[in-house]
Structures are given as C-alpha cells and as structure tokens.
C-alpha cells in the first residue's frame, strides 16, 4: 500500500488475534508491535520519510559500509534506495507464515542484486535476514561492512541495562576510535555511548526496568555489536531527533564492521537477526 511520500509501505500482520506488526518503507522497519500492539522500536516524532534522508529510527539496513568513508555516504546507499518485491527469492529458513522478500538493485544493469526477507514470526518475533552474493562476472572480490541498525524504544535511558558485552573489546567513537576492553559488569546509561563491540556473543539482552522488559538480540554471521545514544548534547544538533527524545531510545546493531566480509565470485554470505520482546523482571540497581 501506498506510504508517505510515494514510498511503498508494506504491513505483515501476525496470526488472527494477535495485534503484531511490523510495517517496512523500502528495506527499512519502521514499526514492530508485539502481540498487545505495543510499538517496540523507536521513530523520532521529526522523522524524514524523504530519500536520499534515512528514516531516523526504526531499523534501517547500513551497507555495504558503515559509518563515513570520506566520500561515501554515511552507512552506505542501502538505506536510502527504492528496494522492491523478489518475485524470485532464494531460499530463506523460516517459520513464519507472515513475511516479505525484498530486493535491491542498485540499477537496472546492475548485476548485483542482494535479497533480504522480513517476517514477523508466531509469537511477535521479527526475523530479518540479508544475502549478499558476489557475482562479478570479472573476478573481483567483493567486500562490505553491515549493520541492522536498531533503534529500540525504551521507557527511560537511565533505567536500562545490557547484558552480554561484559568483558568485551569495543573501539570507542567517541575517543578516536580507539580500542578499549569493556569492564565486568552490565551497561548502564549515563551519557553518550558510541561503542563497536568485537567479536560479539550470538545473544545480547536490553533490560527495560520501567517497562519489565526486555529485548533479546539474537544475530548469525554478524560478529560485531554496535551500541549508540546521542544524549542530550548531540541529539540537539539533528534536525530529524527532537530535543529530549534521547532518553526513550538506544540503539544496539547487530554489525559486522570490525572485519568487513570479503566474497569471491560466486560465493555468498547470509546474515540473520531475530529480535524478541519478553516479560523480564528486572530490577535497576542489580
Ligand atoms: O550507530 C552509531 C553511528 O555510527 C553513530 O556514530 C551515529 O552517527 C549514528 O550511527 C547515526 O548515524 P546517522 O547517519 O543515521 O545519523
């Protein structure tokens, strides 16, 4: 169906009498709702739904690089094209009866073409999953970095925790990317955070105090994890964040960026994240 801006909005809709959704501009979810309707990510109320601008929120796809190359686009072109139905998909495990293959083609000419499938499994659960095959006719190797870059929607920023990066190797943003060794206990959140996790466990948590909630990451083929808040300071400076909408968002990513992946002719890579929303009994402070 017909979304804004000529962009075509696709809804999945979960089983009969459960209000999950999740709705998609192009390759991009900008909505996923679990079973009680609840929106589980986060849009900015100042949002841009205008390419070549990605949608601020939501889980827009970075590649095939991530962050800034100098001239390239920031976190790639994939974001910010037209995609379209795959009439013809490769084979894509899976146990939902409600999904959507998608492909992007760069151009018409190109042979290039990188299929991804969306679907919104039986209990709510959003499944995502990306191939990208080399199929340069001349013998070049393809290479390129990925990220889902997630925007969870939380209650309160202060009152979050994640769980499964303990101990980790991380290369900070926000100190010349330079590498650091992360400490032994859960993340917390008291100002800006812009951190690329190494080598990453294949299950992250985000704990939701307020909402007794929390989010289960779980990636195959993505190694890295990227966490990132803007705080109060730097969402200022983005026209497309409202001012204190910061402290209702975190982003963590399942990437893979530290080791861009590198194809022969021929060969191929799959990247799979599922997301779930569970009832958790946190308490802050734990
Ligand atoms: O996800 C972390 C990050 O690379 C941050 O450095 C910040 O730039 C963020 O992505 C948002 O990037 P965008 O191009 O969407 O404004």
Redesign the pocket.
Do not use: I, K, L
């Given at each position: 169906c017909k979304g804004i801006n000529g962009l075509d909005k696709v809804v999945l809709r979960g089983p009969r009498g459960s209000s999950a959704e999740v709705y998609l501009y192009g390759g991009h979810v900008t909505s996923w709702r679990n079973d009680h309707g609840e929106e589980l990510l986060f849009v900015s109320s100042k949002a841009i739904f205008k390419p070549p601008k990605?949608i601020?929120g939501g889980i827009?796809i970075c590649f095939p690089q991530?962050?800034s190359h100098g001239s390239l686009e920031?976190?790639g072109f994939a974001r910010n094209k037209f995609w379209s139905i795959d009439i013809d998909p490769p084979p894509f495990p899976t146990n939902s009866k409600s999904f959507i293959d998608l492909i992007l083609k760069p151009s018409e000419e190109d042979m290039q073409k990188w299929p991804h499938r969306i679907a919104l499994g039986p209990g709510g659960d959003l499944m995502l999953t990306s191939r990208v095959r080399n199929t340069n006719a001349d013998g070049k190797p393809f290479t390129f970095a990925f990220a889902y870059?997630t925007y969870f929607s939380v209650s309160d920023i202060s009152e979050v925790r994640v769980e499964g990066l303990e101990t980790l190797d991380y290369f900070d943003?926000l100190q010349n990317k330079e590498r650091f060794t992360e400490q032994g206990d859960a993340l917390t959140f008291e100002s800006e955070v812009?951190k690329i996790y190494l080598s990453t466990p294949t299950k992250i948590a985000i704990l939701d105090h307020e909402k007794k909630r929390t989010f289960v990451l779980r990636k195959e083929g993505i190694p890295d994890a990227?966490v990132?808040n803007?705080w109060d300071k730097k969402a200022k400076t983005?026209t497309d964040f409202g001012d204190d909408e910061y402290m209702h968002m975190l982003?963590v990513?399942a990437a893979a960026v530290e080791k861009p992946i590198t194809l022969k002719p021929g060969e191929e890579w799959k990247g799979r994240l599922e997301l779930s929303a569970v009832p958790s009994s946190y308490c802050s402070g734990q």
């Open positions: 990605a601020r827009p991530f962050g920031q976190h870059h943003n812009d990227v990132w803007p983005m982003c990513e």
